[in-house]
């Protein structure tokens, strides 16, 4: 089936299918620590460590964790920035057979408790300054534990006064709790070493959870070779050489930060150079001392990056790889990007990938010497992508668009005791494979590109007219004095739905009526008249999700209360609106927490 598709032909420099090794996780890292000993495994903040010591640390964590109890099977919440301890736990969990559930850090209480209980966790690791966002809600979960780590206990003595003279002042101290125990304590303690596991690579290894923009999060459940197969599909994009290193900005709690820029460069003997917290700032200063051969990140980073006037600074020439994934990438502000850093010897292309959660991240990229622009790329090896009619099986005609399904070894096992999602999402063909309909319009051209459209449910029915916000979005995007855009559609009394679209401005002084009119005749330019928005409303940033995508369904949501009451200021052809704003260097959820 494989052989056949019209994209091989451009797998000219990657294999067409890899011969994937039958190892867990913490296996395939161990490996790769053994072979890579004496080389730097991890940058965080200025202090180092090998391989060997980091294993070292690995190991002794899983003794640790065993000799407190933790077994095969348990469930244990990581909810940590890009800091050791969260590789070191990671691993660790995993060499007992345990399964870890990743969340975000900044995670309000409320959603701690959520996340808790829907993964059944026995155990929970956090930082001390999130203390409170459990303990305020443990008695309602089944956690047993509570793991407390500190900034302070991986940074070198300079920056460890630092952060207790500055942030870290304004922690508070963690008070008595028989279920706190503290993992810089578990770590210097020694423990007996653990016996062998049986624990296979089919078996269930991780939780993440699905995006959120819409709708309650589902955990989705992957096994260690869903997790080690991404990292060899990667691997031979590159590959990761003696010296490559990567700049981890995306958080270790999603698929693409921990399979991608932590997993993949371990396993491969790359460096990982952690960045607990995201302003473009850092990263540029990051870019020009540590010279990373690999950077990646969504949209929203790399618009906030070309965007920051100290880039002209900044030589890239020393990065070989820039990878985009996560949400649609505007054109443009691909070449925005590419125009800022394409300077001073950099020859730099943003390549642009496509993947959900449910198949770890990735499951496309852009081939490295042949672009086409509006796509996503074509699979990577052993993944198998095909478009089908819209509620059917039926594969679509070549230029169609259809639903995009996805199968292969990086496919989820199924969604956390949800069978009925499951059964939604993973559909058994005629063809005896299992497919993922990601619910994901879209097409595939005669060389086997495919072509990201909308997701399905985002489509907006004007008149009986299909209108992809994405392509709204895109026109936005490219009038220079706008900062990032979405369109949702709103009720209307005859189309059954028309467009409104939400804008957040680079400069805030040029906010006016006569722009709305520009940007409203900007699209009626570029696309047919169903799709041009017939309201624009400005607004001082536009709600993002943890990983930086424009929040759409928060928009909505919003929108129907403002018109339930009619309480809404909006630019509708000439019509006043409210005054607002835009920081884009400040818009994008990768920060970590400045209370930290």
Not at 335 to 357: D, H, S
Request: charged share 25%; aromatic share 10%.
């Amino acid at each position: 089936m494989y052989e056949k598709k019209p994209w091989v032909k451009y797998h000219d420099y990657v294999p067409k299918s890899i011969n994937y090794p039958d190892k867990t996780i913490y296996e395939a890292f161990h490996d790769s620590a053994i072979k890579n000993s004496n080389k730097i495994a991890y940058d965080f903040l200025d202090k180092t460590s090998t391989f060997s010591e980091l294993l070292s640390n690995i190991d002794k964590c899983a003794n640790a964790f065993y000799a407190l109890g933790m077994r095969k099977g348990d469930r244990v919440t990581i909810s940590l920035p890009n800091c050791p301890q969260a590789l070191i736990c990671f691993y660790a969990i995993n060499k007992i057979g345990a399964i870890s559930s990743m969340i975000h850090p900044l995670s309000p209480s409320k959603e701690v408790e959520f996340y808790l209980n829907l993964s059944k966790s026995k155990y929970a690791i956090t930082l001390d300054a999130f203390y409170k966002n459990f303990s305020e809600i443990i008695e309602s979960t089944s956690v047993e534990k509570i793991i407390l780590t500190k900034m302070t206990d991986y940074l070198s003595l300079p920056k460890k006064i630092g952060f207790k003279l500055t942030l870290g002042r304004k922690i508070k101290k963690v008070p008595l709790d028989h279920r706190v125990v503290w993992l810089n304590n578990l770590l210097n303690e020694d423990y007996p070493d653990i016996k062998k596991i049986d624990y296979t690579s089919e078996e269930f290894a991780l939780i993440l959870y699905s995006g959120g923009t819409t709708g309650v999060p589902k955990g989705i459940r992957l096994s260690n070779m869903n997790i080690n197969c991404l990292a060899f599909q990667a691997l031979v994009q590159g590959p990761v050489g003696d010296d490559d290193s990567v700049l981890t900005i995306l958080p270790i709690f999603h698929g693409f930060g921990l399979g991608v820029c932590v997993h993949t460069f371990l396993v491969g003997g790359g460096k990982c150079i952690l960045v607990p917290k995201f302003t473009p700032e850092t990263v540029l200063d990051l870019i020009k001392r540590k010279k990373p051969k690999y950077i990646a990140g969504v949209p929203t980073l790399y618009a906030a990056l070309s965007r920051n006037p100290k880039i002209s600074k900044v030589s890239f020439a020393c990065v070989k790889g820039a990878f985009c994934g996560g949400d649609h990438l505007p054109h443009e502000i691909k070449i925005e990007f590419e125009n800022a850093v394409n300077t001073n010897g950099a020859n730099l292309t943003l390549r642009e990938g496509y993947g959900l959660t449910e198949s770890v991240s990735a499951v496309t990229i852009m081939p490295k010497r042949n672009y086409k622009e509006g796509s996503i790329g074509i699979p990577l090896s052993d993944m198998i992508l095909k478009v089908v009619k819209f509620d059917t099986f039926e594969e679509a005609p070549v230029g169609s668009e259809g639903e995009i399904c996805i199968t292969g070894p990086t496919v989820m096992m199924d969604y956390l005791d949800n069978p009925e999602e499951t059964e939604k999402t993973i559909k058994l063909h005629t063809d005896g494979h299992r497919w993922l309909h990601t619910g994901d319009a879209g097409y595939m051209d005669s060389e086997g590109f495919f072509y990201f459209k909308q997701r399905i449910k985002r489509i907006i029915i004007s008149s009986g007219v299909n209108v992809y916000p994405s392509q709204i979005e895109d026109i936005l995007d490219s009038h220079p004095a706008v900062a990032l855009s979405c369109a949702i559609g709103v009720p209307h009394p005859h189309k059954m739905k028309s467009v409104k679209a939400f804008v957040a401005l680079k400069d805030p002084s040029n906010e006016s009526e006569e722009l709305a009119k520009e940007l409203i005749g900007l699209c009626r330019e570029n696309l047919i008249k169903w799709s041009c928005p017939e309201e624009i409303e400005f607004r001082k940033e536009l709600p993002l999700t943890l990983i930086g995508k424009v929040a759409y369904g928060v928009l909505e949501k919003e929108e129907l209360e403002k018109r339930n009451h009619d309480e809404s200021k909006i630019i509708s052809h000439g019509e006043d609106f409210a005054e607002s704003t835009i920081d884009i260097s400040c818009s994008s959820s990768l920060s970590y927490p400045d209370k930290q």
